[in-house]
């Protein structure tokens, strides 16, 4: 018989309570888990599951966290109990597990604490344009989109089973991490870890509860300020909405401000910059829907971090962040995508003398709904597409030439306009193929396909 715990019945190597006094007890933890400053769900959710994979190691969490995980301790603190900084002042841990970031700056608050470095450090990150700069440490890199999504399978394919509450902390950080789904980032393994979550008992109802965005007054008061001071332009073809705002001191939970606006703004990138007047600090947050806009990019020279799609800085100089964002935004050569790199370049065309019956051959024998009609100087006269077949087989002229049936009223596109433009001209007048005309000179065609393709 294993002596057990009298309060909470278990075990004794099981038992919260003895395990806090032996914490509290023990100055020196010897093997330690530990996120990135200011952590955030995805952040709490690894922990709680690297918890689960190495049970000998000890969650620490960091001095500031979001709204919503201070929200999941509350609820959670015994579930999920963590040491605080104060707690493992000192210690030298001989293991050391980093998740969710692989950035020394990141866990630079740590590492502070701790009294030397650690024998072994090994880092559990989906971070992958993040620089890997904590000397010594061993990388297991991931490409969900959460890295609780990595650590949830890791747990299920080793056969590590959660009690429903860390699951429910976990699930949480998938939602969070991948925008409920919707992100770029958002993998298959994400929708997996999820389905085996929901085995685990994790709880919905209370993942939609922490997920609730603008929980504090002062959020919705930063989310009308940010509105307010919205401003859209344009920079290398993409539509991009600025605002800044200032605020008196630094608040937390500002991100998930901007994520409320960003999912109400029908816009390519958002851009928010957060002047912190008591500090003299400033806080740029990036969220972009285009993978070639690299927002990491953009914020490079302010020490950003985060993913190409959803970045941010915090400036601790009184430099004109401002001026410096939009000469940043100008500067940084990120083409987006045209007509160019959607259309074909090998096209084949038609002659206004051809017949019907003969286009209607070529259309069935190579799988074309339609193509451009050049007359004899190579100059575009019109399309002719299945559409205009069917016409001139109602009215028995399938012998007529095409030029009879063909569309004159031609939309087209020139090859630097943005995809933005193409979308316009096909969805907006409805047509199948887009002709891209230099001058008068046809270079390339757009097909629903092409376009489709573009968002495979
Ligand atoms: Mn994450």
């Avoid at 630094?250 to 007047?277: C, K, M, N, S, Y």
Wanted: glycine share 8%.
């Amino acid at each position: 018989m294993v002596a057990g715990c009298t309060f909470c019945l278990q075990a004794l190597n099981r038992c919260f309570i003895i395990g806090i006094i032996m914490s509290e007890s023990r100055p020196t933890p010897d093997a330690l888990i530990i996120g990135h400053a200011n952590m955030d769900l995805d952040c709490l959710g690894s922990l709680a599951l690297a918890k689960a994979l190495f049970p000998d190691h000890q969650p620490v969490r960091s001095r500031l966290a979001h709204p919503a995980v201070k929200e999941v301790l509350m609820v959670y603190q015994y579930e999920l109990p963590l040491l605080t900084l104060k707690e493992i002042k000192g210690a030298v841990p001989t293991s050391l597990i980093v998740v969710d970031t692989r950035t020394k700056s990141r866990i630079r608050e740590f590492l502070d604490a701790l009294g030397d470095v650690p024998e072994t450090i090994t880092i559990y990150d989906h971070h992958r344009n993040e620089e890997a700069d904590i000397p010594g440490a061993r990388l297991v890199e991931s490409h969900e989109g959460a890295e609780s999504t990595s650590l949830a399978l890791m747990c299920r394919d080793t056969g590590v089973t959660l009690k429903p509450d860390i699951a429910t902390i976990a699930l949480a950080g998938i939602y969070a991490d991948t925008g409920n789904f919707t992100h770029n980032n958002t993998t298959p393994g994400d929708f997996q870890a999820v389905s085996w979550l929901m085995e685990q008992g994790a709880s919905l109802k209370m993942v939609r509860r922490f997920l609730r965005p603008l929980r504090e007054p002062s959020q919705a008061d930063l989310f009308h300020l940010i509105l307010g001071n919205l401003s859209w332009r344009r920079f290398h073809g993409y539509v991009v909405a600025l605002s800044r705002v200032e605020i008196s001191e630094q608040t937390a939970g500002v991100a998930e401000v901007v994520d409320r606006v960003f999912a109400d703004e029908p816009v390519d990138v958002l851009l928010v910059l957060v002047d912190i007047r008591d500090k003299g600090h400033h806080l740029v947050i990036g969220r972009s829907r285009k993978e070639r806009f690299n927002l990491l990019e953009v914020l490079a020279s302010f020490d950003g971090h985060g993913h190409i799609s959803a970045a941010s800085a915090l400036v601790k100089d009184s430099r004109e962040v401002w001026n410096e964002l939009l000469k940043r935004l100008e500067a940084v050569p990120m083409d987006a995508l045209t007509a160019v790199d959607l259309m074909s370049g090998e096209v084949t065309t038609i002659s206004p003398e051809t017949s019907v019956i003969d286009a209607s051959i070529l259309f069935e024998q190579t799988g074309f709904s339609g193509a451009p009609v050049l007359d004899s100087n190579g100059d575009l006269a019109g399309m002719f597409s299945l559409k205009d077949v069917s016409k001139a087989r109602k009215a028995g002229a399938m012998k007529a030439p095409i030029s009879a049936y063909m569309s004159r009223r031609i939309i087209s596109c020139s090859p630097g306009d943005t995809i933005r433009e193409v979308e316009r001209h096909m969805l907006g007048h409805n047509v199948g193929h887009l002709p891209v005309l230099e001058g008068t000179r046809l270079v390339g065609l757009i097909t629903r396909g092409d376009y489709k393709k573009f968002y495979s």
